[in-house]
């Protein structure tokens, strides 16, 4: 009897610890001040005075951005805009390794000066008019330097969240890594979606109620976008774990770039930012081309608000679902949605149906808090350490690349269309309606029907073309989000799953299994 006891004791021991360690603490623990540690109160804090800093910054720039079509000539704004969205793909094949050698915080401070100085590029443009030539050295080069801010941007979000939340996961035991990380991403875009709605409710009090016009709004925000700046000053970048070397060269960091590339998880798991980069595209090309012209310019405001509240409800929503069911149902919703999306624009006339347009801002909005939140934590999971801030840097990349083979695709397609900004309202209108006239005709009276069905008044079917080639792109990229999400968590290695505390506890185990043998051992 007395062998028994003792040869079973070390190990019944170990197995009752490492039960106790299993006890997983909800993450709503960092919810409230009272359950907090004070080092988890500094830390949240810090991340979440970053992630202000980052939403005003970002969310004055797409504010300004959306306003850039009314103010610009539409091949200045084309051109310039995929002119943007090209530096941003090439610009974000660096900025993992430049975050990884400057440190997030750094990073961050520069990308956002990039930003500003896009503003007074942008500002400059809309102040001299549509017609000036000087229109485009000023936009293109605004474009440039934003699209370098926004590529590094992009890229601090992964160190970031990853150093804080091991910060948190580690001050509560039994705090998953996995959840920490997804509980402050969705946090993060809460506070995003909260500003950029708040952005957008001041521009439709703006142009709804004080009659401003579109060049003073830019103004303003310009001016909203460099106090961000100084946010970012009061943050502190948080430390970076011990087994990583917080100084590495520049030539390491672009080894860990070749890595990342070579691993066909980072491909497999580029779909869903692919496709959002699309749906963006496609909803600027295709709904909100239409809401201008059935419900107005001034209406674009309360369309971007419904898609930033519909993103924050879904965020919180997914968190929890994510959290019970895993991000994986959530990501099916992602990839359902653009299927259904697309396929109402394509096969009913819903969108050009008055306020029922938006509903497909909805939609749009609940998938952008898909990308925001399951997508950017699986990708965490994925990559870690060394490689987040190059892998967050690859998915912002590919969350601009389709908008910028369509924004090209659009500014070369679209023909002449921008004429009419620049020359009088009543000899322009003769000079187009004896152009439309004589070349035209054929064309306008086999369309005509079909574009009064559909909004009351005439569509130009270029734009229809494209905006149609543009949502099946969406859709058949949105079917394939899933298949290669699958395939991709099967190539995930072996234990990439764990948390820092599940290793410990795995090594504890593998120690008290190996005491336990050795005790048996010396009684046998």
């Given at each position: 009897?007395?062998?028994?006891?003792?040869?079973?004791?070390?190990?019944?021991?170990?197995?009752?610890?490492?039960?106790?360690?299993?006890?997983?603490?909800?993450?709503?623990?960092?919810?409230?001040?009272?359950?907090?540690?004070?080092?988890?109160?500094?830390?949240?804090?810090?991340?979440?005075?970053?992630?202000?800093?980052?939403?005003?910054?970002?969310?004055?720039?797409?504010?300004?951005?959306?306003?850039?079509?009314?103010?610009?000539?539409?091949?200045?704004?084309?051109?310039?805009?995929?002119?943007?969205?090209?530096?941003?793909?090439?610009?974000?094949?660096?900025?993992?390794?430049?975050?990884?050698?400057?440190g997030p915080r750094e990073s961050a401070k520069y990308a956002m000066i990039a930003v500003v100085i896009f503003f007074i590029f942008l500002a400059s443009a809309a102040y001299i008019g549509v017609c000036n030539v000087l229109q485009w050295p000023l936009y293109l080069t605004g474009a440039v330097v934003c699209s370098v801010g926004v590529s590094h941007f992009g890229a601090c979000l992964g160190p970031w969240t990853e150093r804080t939340a091991t910060i948190l996961a580690k001050e509560t035991p039994g705090l998953s890594f996995s959840d920490v990380s997804a509980h402050i991403i969705t946090n993060y875009s809460v506070i995003a979606y909260a500003t950029q709605a708040a952005l957008?409710?001041?521009?439709?009090?703006?142009?709804?109620?004080?009659?401003?016009?579109?060049?003073?709004?830019?103004?303003?925000?310009?001016?909203?976008?460099?106090?961000?700046?100084?946010?970012?000053?009061?943050?502190?970048?948080?430390?970076?774990?011990?087994?990583?070397?917080?100084?590495?060269?520049?030539?390491?960091?672009?080894?860990?770039?070749?890595?990342?590339?070579?691993?066909?998880?980072?491909?497999?798991?580029?779909?869903?930012?692919?496709?959002?980069?699309?749906?963006?595209?496609?909803?600027?090309a295709a709904l909100s081309n239409l809401l201008q012209k059935t419900l107005g310019s001034k209406v674009i405001g309360i369309a971007m608000v419904v898609q930033t509240v519909t993103s924050i409800v879904c965020s919180k929503v997914f968190e929890r679902v994510s959290l019970r069911c895993g991000p994986t149902v959530v990501m099916a919703y992602g990839s359902l949605t653009c299927v259904v999306c697309t396929g109402l624009y394509l096969f009913t006339d819903l969108a050009f149906q008055g306020w029922w347009i938006l509903l497909f801002f909805a939609l749009v909005g609940s998938v952008w808090s898909v990308y925001d939140t399951a997508?950017?934590?699986?990708?965490?999971?994925?990559?870690?350490?060394?490689?987040?801030?190059?892998?967050?840097?690859?998915?912002?990349?590919?969350?601009?690349?389709?908008?910028?083979?369509?924004?090209?695709?659009?500014?070369?397609?679209?023909?002449?269309?921008?004429?009419?900004?620049?020359?009088?309202?009543?000899?322009?209108?003769?000079?187009?309606?004896?152009?439309?006239?004589?070349?035209?005709?054929?064309?306008?009276?086999?369309?005509?029907?079909?574009?009064?069905?559909?909004?009351?008044?005439?569509?130009?079917?270029?734009?229809?073309?494209?905006?149609?080639?543009?949502?099946?792109?969406?859709m058949v990229l949105g079917v394939l989000v899933l298949p290669c999400l699958f395939v991709a968590n099967r190539l995930k290695p072996a234990g990439a799953d764990d948390d820092d505390d599940d290793k410990e506890e795995k090594a504890e185990g593998s120690e008290s299994e190996q005491e336990s043998d050795q005790d048996s051992d010396e009684i046998d």
């Open positions: 009897a007395m062998p028994q006891t003792t040869r079973s004791s070390p190990t019944h021991v170990a197995e009752a610890a490492r039960d106790v360690h299993r006890k997983k603490t909800d993450v709503s623990v960092l919810n409230s001040l009272g359950s907090m540690t004070d080092k988890q109160v500094a830390w949240s804090a810090n991340f979440y005075l970053f992630t202000l800093a980052h939403s005003i910054n970002i969310g004055t720039a797409t504010t300004a951005f959306d306003l850039a079509v009314f103010v610009l000539d539409e091949k200045v704004f084309s051109i310039g805009t995929g002119v943007l969205f090209l530096g941003i793909v090439v610009a974000s094949f660096a900025a993992g390794a430049t975050v990884n050698v400057l957008m409710l001041m521009l439709s009090a703006m142009q709804l109620g004080f009659g401003w016009d579109e060049t003073s709004i830019i103004v303003l925000y310009s001016v909203l976008c460099m106090l961000s700046v100084f946010f970012i000053l009061a943050t502190r970048e948080p430390p970076a774990p011990a087994e990583e070397k917080i100084d590495p060269s520049f030539s390491e960091s672009i080894k860990n770039v070749a890595r990342f590339y070579t691993d066909p998880r980072a491909f497999l798991l580029s779909v869903l930012p692919l496709t959002m980069s699309c749906l963006s595209a496609w909803k600027t997508a950017r934590t699986i990708l965490l999971s994925h990559f870690r350490g060394k490689m987040s801030a190059v892998a967050f840097a690859s998915m912002n990349m590919q969350s601009f690349f389709g908008g910028m083979v369509f924004f090209f695709m659009d500014a070369f397609s679209s023909g002449d269309a921008s004429v009419d900004k620049c020359a009088g309202a009543g000899a322009n209108a003769t000079a187009l309606a004896g152009v439309l006239a004589t070349t035209l005709a054929p064309s306008i009276n086999a369309i005509a029907p079909v574009a009064v069905h559909h909004i009351g008044a005439h569509v130009p079917m270029n734009r229809d073309r494209m905006a149609s080639l543009e949502a099946w792109v969406v």
